[in-house]
Every structure is written in structure tokens, then in C-alpha cells.
């Protein structure tokens, strides 16, 4: 395992439709999260997951977006009529608990168009 | 609300200088930090972190300090050198239940 992985690396869509990111976390953590990084910003919180279960959403978190974990190994980000406001890059960041550094992935850059 | 920041949007030091980067917090409630590096087009890279029940830890050429009595952070880099370039970024973590929060960053250049 190298690491965590992001797929896929640029994405670029119309205003309206549909897109789904994935996120493979190192297999060992039990956590994984997604933050959303617009230029010269910091990551923002999206969510997150222990195992399957998600645990906490960001405010930023419309109900155009929706993130899955199924059985706790990678993870899906989707994101529903899609707006040119969400052109950011997608990060995805895994850690074995509160307590450890996130390993981060090199993120979905999206841009809508 | 409460937030972490950063004092300097932007740092350029001289290759083989020291370098400091500082961040601001403002929650009293975190107790665990985490400075992190991004170059462009890369994912941020954990760099170090520090627990609050201490106010310094090194790493290699890196060396965080904390300040809890005026919530301030500190990343010294020491013999910067060209590949040290990058937005630094502090998180913190309010709730050890939830997830880090970042501040803005810090764009450090090495002039050779």
C-alpha cells in the first residue's frame, strides 16, 4: 500500500451534470475524510468516516453532495448538478485515529464549466 | 467562530537561512496540532505534530513550538533549503472526536 490514492486526478464537467470521485485510504486506517480546497485557501472540512459509518457533515455539505463508504475500504464523492462554485480540488485524507496525522491523497481537481 | 489562522500570507527566506512560520489559534479547547507541507499540485504532507501537554518537539531540521498561554504555534525549518518551498499549513483539532481544522497558509519561497 503507497499510500492514499485519488481517482480521478482532474475532472472536468458542465454546469448541471453529475460527478463521482473516489478515494482509496490506506487500507490499515479506520478513518477517512474529505476536505475541499479552493486556490490560495486551506482544506475545508466535508466530512467523515470511521469505517463505514459517517459521522460528521460540514455545513458545506449541500444535499447536492453525497459521500459513501461501503464496508469501510474506499470511498465515493459525489456531487449532483454540479455548480461552477464547486470547481475546487477534492481532497481525501485517511489516519488509523483522532490522534495520528491524516495521510492525504493528491485530490480530484474539478472544474466546471 | 473560532479558527485557526496564520500571521503571514507569504515568507521568503535565503537558501541555508532559518525559517519561521507562525500560526494563531483561537480555540482553547484543542489539544493536538499538526503542521503540514503542499506543493503544488500535491496533496498536503504531514510534517510534525505536537500534543498540548507539551511546548516543543523536533523533528528532522523542523522544530514546532506551542504556545498555549497565547494560543500560538510556531514551525522553524532550520538550513532552509530550495525543495523546502511550499504553503505551510497548521491544523488543529478542536474535538477529538472530529477532524483537523486548517488555517489559510503560508507560502514559503527559498531564494537560492
Known amino acids: 500500500d503507497t499510500g492514499v490514492s485519488q481517482n480521478p486526478r482532474h475532472k472536468i464537467t458542465k454546469r448541471g451534470q453529475n460527478v463521482t470521485f473516489r478515494c482509496d485510504p490506506i487500507?490499515?486506517?479506520?478513518?477517512l475524510y474529505w476536505y475541499r480546497q479552493t486556490l490560495g485557501q486551506g482544506p475545508e472540512f466535508l466530512t467523515y468516516?470511521?469505517?463505514?459509518?459517517?459521522?460528521?457533515k460540514s455545513r458545506l455539505l449541500s444535499d447536492r453532495f453525497s459521500a459513501e463508504r461501503p464496508k469501510g475500504s474506499f470511498s465515493t464523492l459525489e456531487i449532483q448538478r454540479t455548480e461552477q462554485g464547486d470547481s475546487a480540488m477534492y481532497l481525501c485524507a485517511s489516519s488509523l485515529n483522532t490522534r495520528s496525522g491524516y495521510t492525504f491523497g493528491s485530490g480530484t481537481r474539478l472544474t466546471v464549466v | 467562530g473560532e479558527s485557526v489562522g496564520l500571521h503571514l500570507p507569504t515568507l521568503s527566506v535565503q537558501e541555508g537561512d532559518n525559517s519561521i512560520i507562525n500560526c494563531a489559534y483561537s480555540?482553547?479547547?484543542?489539544?493536538?496540532f499538526i503542521w503540514y507541507k503542499q506543493e503544488s499540485g500535491k496533496g498536503p504532507q504531514f510534517i510534525i505534530d505536537?500534543?498540548?501537554?507539551?511546548d516543543k518537539r523536533q523533528g528532522q531540521r523542523v522544530t514546532v513550538l506551542l504556545n498555549k498561554t497565547v494560543k500560538h504555534l510556531s514551525l522553524q525549518i532550520a538550513a532552509t533549503q530550495p525543495g523546502d518551498s511550499a504553503v505551510y499549513f497548521c491544523?488543529?483539532?478542536?474535538?477529538?472526536?472530529?477532524?483537523?481544522?486548517f488555517g489559510a497558509g503560508t507560502r514559503l519561497t527559498v531564494k537560492p
Open positions: 468516516f470511521q469505517n463505514e459509518a459517517q459521522l460528521e
Open positions: 491544523a488543529e483539532n478542536p474535538d477529538r472526536n472530529n477532524d483537523m481544522r
Open positions: 480555540n482553547s479547547a484543542s489539544d493536538y
Open positions: 505536537i500534543r498540548s501537554n507539551m
Open positions: 487500507s490499515e486506517h479506520n478513518r
